[in-house]
């Protein structure tokens, strides 16, 4: 074999050598390191940037539906239970994503334990790449709800509306056909004086807890003078205590201070004063006092009226919740009073409490933080001052 035959084949015998050394070599690595597992689905880095700041939750799924990605406020809400999503309509509605590529928005109910409401979520889910698929909740329980309030109050006020311009349509009806008999004209005259006060006092109410029903606590509290608070809300039904024959008392701690609105808690102390005269039998004692502690003013209202019943106490504070609706309508009570007396107290950061028994009277608490030397100017010493007898 001459020089010109043995160099191909040496070279192509070089070349089979040194692919068997490697491939060896890649062999031997391989069963150092083990088998090779595929590369797991990574996030792109813009969305996992964005995801990281998104108030709302969201969760990234790959094509095993194991959950890759998933924010905090996804955890919280209780989307997702180890590495996979909880809620199996979530499940189902990434599953149909996968297969076909189109974006899908639905709402979920979200089991919150045995007892407790369900939270309303939407979630809207879209491909991300083609093995990723991204699920967006959003938290709409607060949107429901204050839906439902809305429509429940907006139901009861055109309700309520009813009653008195009905009344007032017949009463002009009547007058109209008694135009010759003078003392008919004036009784139903009088009539219609007290349907259109209510129906005044039903409008007034309404506007007021339209204004107050948010809750929000007051922006900018001042220091209100107590004593001028409770000289106002006894002053607002003092005909009304007169025409019964009853006696109203200013009692309790003098020389205090709360941080406040003074009109609006005014309003409210108004209506619990109106209420305990309004359900007081004649000749008897309505009490309006004060009291504090370190950080409190409790402004209280003691009447010896009619009570309420243990299993309604409760719902009082209901927006036109009546315990009695025929009693309602003989005295004109519009069932908002308690409510609004209620959510000042919330936008005061206060909160409104009763005590009551059937037949012997009830005792309305408002709270309010009390005005120390700390939050400004020194307060006056409270000044006990006995019960009148």
Not at 39 to 49: H, K, N, S
Not at 170 to 189: G, K, M, N, S, Y
Not at 204 to 232: A, C, F, M, W, Y
Not at 348 to 358: A, L, R, T, Y
Request: zero cysteines.
């Amino acid at each position: 074999m001459d020089i010109w035959t043995q160099a191909p084949l040496f070279a192509v015998l070089g070349a089979v050598l040194g692919a068997g050394v490697v491939l060896a070599w890649r062999v031997s690595e391989r069963q150092i390191r083990g088998p090779v597992v595929p590369a797991e689905p990574v996030v792109p880095p813009g969305i996992a940037t964005v995801l990281g700041v998104l108030r709302s939750s969201a969760v990234v799924v790959d094509e095993n539906d194991r959950v890759v990605k998933a924010t905090a406020p996804a955890y919280a809400l209780g989307l997702v239970t180890g590495s996979r999503l909880s809620l199996d309509q979530l499940s189902d509605l990434v599953k149909q994503v996968r297969r076909d590529g189109q974006i899908r928005e639905t709402e979920i109910s979200v089991p919150r334990g045995r007892t407790g409401p369900p939270l309303y979520v939407v979630a809207r889910v879209a491909p991300l790449s083609s093995r990723l698929v991204l699920a967006l909740v959003e938290d709409r329980t607060r949107e429901r709800r204050v839906e439902a309030i809305r429509r429940d109050f907006v139901a009861n006020v055109s309700h309520e509306l009813k009653t008195p311009v009905g009344a007032l349509n017949l009463l002009a009806e009547a007058v109209q056909d008694a135009a010759d008999d003078p003392e008919t004209i004036i009784r139903f005259a009088g009539r219609m004086q007290t349907e259109s006060a209510r129906l005044t006092r039903l409008v007034q109410q309404i506007i007021e807890l339209s204004r107050l029903q948010g809750d929000d606590e007051l922006e900018t509290p001042e220091p209100v003078d107590v004593d001028k608070v409770v000289t106002r809300a006894i002053d607002q039904s003092s005909i009304d205590a007169e025409a019964k024959d009853l006696e109203v008392v200013h009692n309790g701690e003098r020389g205090l201070q709360f941080l406040g609105n003074a009109d609006e808690v005014a309003l409210a102390l108004g209506n619990l004063v109106s209420n305990a005269v309004t359900y007081s039998a004649e000749h008897s004692r309505v009490v309006v006092g004060a009291r504090t502690n370190d950080t409190r003013v409790d402004l209280t209202v003691t009447d010896q009226g009619i009570g309420i019943p243990s299993s309604e106490i409760d719902r009082i504070f209901e927006r036109f919740y009546r315990v009695d609706p025929a009693r309602h309508r003989s005295t004109g009570g519009t069932g908002l009073g308690l409510s609004i007396v209620k959510h000042v107290a919330a936008s005061h950061g206060g909160d409104v409490s009763v005590w009551s028994v059937e037949g012997q009277g009830s005792t309305f608490t408002l709270s309010l933080p009390r005005r120390t030397a700390a939050d400004g100017s020194p307060t006056s010493r409270p000044i006990p001052v006995k019960e009148s007898p």
